[in-house]
């Protein structure tokens, strides 16, 4: 669906199957891909890991996404085995752009992007692209604001037709009045609560968040089947801000408990990586792709955080709310942590594609990692220090008949490796993620190859998993495995040359199978969405007097989503937000050089939780609340 003006990943689950945000809303997020933990499965241009981005990409300066289900993403960086995602950001090239866009929507939403690029001059080796863009708006709650601004340069020199090398610079920068919007459930009722009611205080300072990142490729062709390709990047990212969180409700269900909070997040990551890739013969059936790589990383991040948790010092009266506390007030200056994690690797994978007789493929693929985790805690002095080594070889296997050009059946092993940071309360650290993936999938092309399917049945098993410890700030939880089984089905194409498609729907059921714990084993993994299901759709008139003119509807389910955690919410077991369902709709109206796109969001105005916990403690849901209907208009001119 054509969206502009968000952070494009907040939007992945209309795109593919299986793939849902777990946290997060105008700056930084979390994904869970296949039930699994994705927060550091988000990579750009191949470059990610251990690493949170806290101002993420806008819409503008994104190609395209690239989804890579399972631990197939092995190849990138140590992942867990639910898989990852990659940001391809807009390159240079030699045909010519010039687009300026302005839009503007519901909550004062105001913005421009401009979209620059081609050859500095006719037949120049050297091709540039520019995107840049500024946004500014309101949010559907009292006192929400948002601003972003990104400039994203990038040079392209060929030295010969075989031989380029691009360097690309992103700089981005948001500020946020909150970063989602919370409520509570009173007596149960979660819409007890206006939809648009503050939580925040408008004199608390917006949260800041920054991405700045830096790459260098080379793209060297040795001859027609070999090719070498090189990459360095360094990256750095920033949170930082003060804010009033929700934290409870009183027992007469009349006062909200609010607790200051402040985070100094920093992140910062060098990643080299060096592909060679080609293909051979052995013999006149047999064909052999190889890519071979190495993969260098060292990465760390750390914050200083302190907060008010559990004084009570910002009560707001449900029924008489009082804002504009004093700016001193609300500045913490209170007893603060410092914690900082480290990740040095250093990688070699082999694969070997390999096609026998044009109608069976198997693939024969193992990454061998040193990773090095280390954890410095200057506070609290009972967190424990640590530099551990870990090493671990992790096989890919896989079987493709190719039934015909256009139809396959696969069958896929996976094991994934993944050292994890944290400390185990009473001793310890987290032992490394070890986990596997089974797969069985068709894939197919239809209508002269314009329309793709694909579906697939998987078996994930994630061992040593690591999950906060709610009752012991700073440690975790070790729990013994987590089983995700599930299915994945995905459309994208045309049917005809006038109707667009984008269908997807997933089934996920992810749970404990192993604990020291014994209750604990049959729960649901946290955040976890049982079915999802998306379809978008567009028809655009190719001929006469209306060419151009395009509608467009969508809907979107999501199922029930877990809301309890081990160790601290599960004592009754499963919990699970409920379920929900938009609409949008779009009306567009393109030519060559002029387009005008009119989009509505949630259709019947739905009130929806995108997601939350059960609170033992006073026996109410705390939530995040999404969006109500809104619109949004884009004009886009092309120079």
């Known amino acids: 669906m054509e969206r502009y003006g968000l952070a494009f990943q907040g939007e992945i689950s209309r795109i593919s199957s299986g793939i849902t945000k777990s946290y997060g809303g105008a700056l930084d997020m979390t994904l869970q891909i296949r039930g699994t933990n994705a927060t550091y499965g988000t990579y750009r241009n191949g470059v990610g890991g251990p690493i949170w981005w806290n101002a993420q990409e806008d819409a503008s300066m994104i190609e395209r996404i690239e989804f890579v289900k399972g631990p197939a993403g092995f190849m990138l960086a140590n992942a867990e085995p639910g898989g990852l995602v990659n940001t391809?950001?807009?390159?240079?090239?030699?045909?010519?752009?010039?687009?300026?866009?302005?839009?503007?929507?519901?909550?004062?939403?105001?913005?421009?992007?401009?979209?620059?690029?081609?050859?500095?001059?006719?037949?120049?080796?050297?091709?540039?692209?520019?995107?840049?863009?500024?946004?500014?708006?309101?949010?559907?709650?009292?006192?929400?604001?948002?601003?972003?601004?990104?400039?994203?340069?990038?040079l392209k020199y060929e030295f010969n037709e075989n031989t380029s090398v691009t360097i690309e610079h992103n700089y981005v920068k948001a500020q946020a009045q909150e970063n989602t919007h919370s409520s509570v459930s009173i007596n149960g009722d979660f819409w007890a609560l206006p939809i648009d009611f503050a939580i925040n205080?408008?004199?608390?300072?917006?949260?800041?968040?920054?991405?700045?990142?830096?790459?260098?490729?080379?793209?060297?062709?040795?001859?027609?089947?070999?090719?070498?390709?090189?990459?360095a990047a360094y990256m750095t990212t920033?949170?930082?801000?003060?804010?009033?969180?929700?934290?409870?409700?009183?027992?007469?269900?009349?006062?909200?408990?609010?607790?200051?909070?402040?985070?100094?997040?920093?992140?910062?990551?060098?990643?080299?990586?060096?592909f060679l890739d080609g293909k051979f013969n052995t013999g006149k059936s047999v064909e052999h792709k190889v890519m071979v790589g190495i993969d260098f990383g060292d990465g760390a991040e750390g914050s200083a955080y302190g907060g008010t948790w559990g004084e009570k010092k910002f009560p707001l009266l449900i029924h008489e709310p009082t804002y504009y506390l004093p700016k001193d007030s609300l500045r913490f200056r209170g007893e603060t942590w410092r914690w900082m994690a480290?990740?040095?690797?250093?990688?070699?994978?082999?694969?070997?594609?390999?096609?026998v007789y044009n109608?069976?493929?198997?693939?024969?693929?193992?990454?061998?990692?040193?990773?090095?985790?280390?954890?410095?805690?200057?506070?609290?002095?009972?967190?424990?220090?640590?530099?551990?080594?870990?090493?671990?070889?992790?096989?890919?296997?896989?079987l493709t008949y190719l039934v015909n050009e256009d139809i396959s059946i696969y069958a896929l092993h996976d094991e994934s490796f993944l050292s994890q940071r944290g400390a185990i309360f009473g001793g310890g650290r987290l032992p490394a993620l070890t986990g596997s993936n089974n797969e069985l999938g068709v894939k197919a092309m239809l209508f002269k190859k314009q329309l793709s399917l694909s579906a697939s049945v998987y078996d994930i098993r994630k061992n040593n998993v690591?999950?906060?410890d709610q009752l012991h700030d700073g440690f975790y939880l070790k729990t013994g495995q987590i089983k995700s089984t599930g299915f994945d089905f995905d459309m994208m194409g045309k049917i005809t040359p006038s109707l667009v498609i984008n269908a997807n729907y997933s089934y996920v059921d992810a749970r404990i199978t192993k604990d020291t714990d014994l209750s604990l084993i049959g729960l649901t993994n946290a955040g976890t969405v049982d079915h999802l299901a998306n379809i978008w759709m567009k028809y655009t008139i190719q001929h006469g007097i209306l060419q151009g003119l395009g509608v467009g509807v969508g809907m979107q389910h999501t199922g029930k989503r877990s809301g309890v955690s081990p160790g601290w919410n599960s004592g009754d077991g499963n919990r699970y937000l409920p379920d929900y369902t938009l609409y949008d709709a779009s009306l567009s109206y393109t030519t060559d050089r002029f387009s005008v796109m009119f989009n509505i969001y949630n259709l019947t105005d739905e009130r929806y939780a995108s997601n939350g916990w059960y609170y033992p403690e006073f026996g109410e849901w705390m939530f995040d609340v999404g969006a109500r209907m809104n619109f949004r208009i884009q004009t886009s001119i092309k120079l």
Not at 117 to 146: A, C, D, M, W
Not at 371 to 393: A, I, V
């Open 88 to 154: 391809v950001t807009k390159q240079p090239g030699r045909e010519s752009t010039r687009e300026i866009t302005f839009g503007v929507g519901s909550f004062n939403l105001m913005r421009t992007t401009i979209d620059l690029g081609g050859e500095v001059k006719k037949n120049s080796p050297l091709t540039y692209r520019l995107n840049t863009g500024i946004q500014k708006n309101n949010e559907f709650y009292h006192f929400g604001e948002f601003n972003r601004f990104f400039i994203c340069p990038a």
């Open 201 to 231: 205080d408008p004199n608390n300072e917006p949260f800041l968040g920054a991405d700045v990142y830096s790459r260098i490729y080379l793209s060297h062709k040795l001859n027609d089947d070999w090719r070498f390709n090189g990459q």
């Open 466 to 468: 690591g999950t906060t």
């Open 238 to 274: 920033n949170w930082d801000g003060t804010s009033l969180y929700l934290e409870g409700i009183s027992t007469t269900k009349d006062t909200l408990h609010r607790s200051s909070s402040m985070s100094d997040w920093w992140g910062k990551l060098m990643n080299m990586q060096l």
């Open 359 to 398: 109608k069976v493929v198997i693939t024969l693929a193992g990454r061998f990692t040193n990773l090095t985790t280390g954890q410095d805690w200057n506070s609290p002095p009972h967190d424990p220090e640590y530099e551990l080594t870990d090493t671990k070889f992790t096989p890919r296997l896989g």
């Open 342 to 355: 480290s990740n040095r690797w250093m990688a070699l994978y082999i694969q070997d594609h390999i096609k």
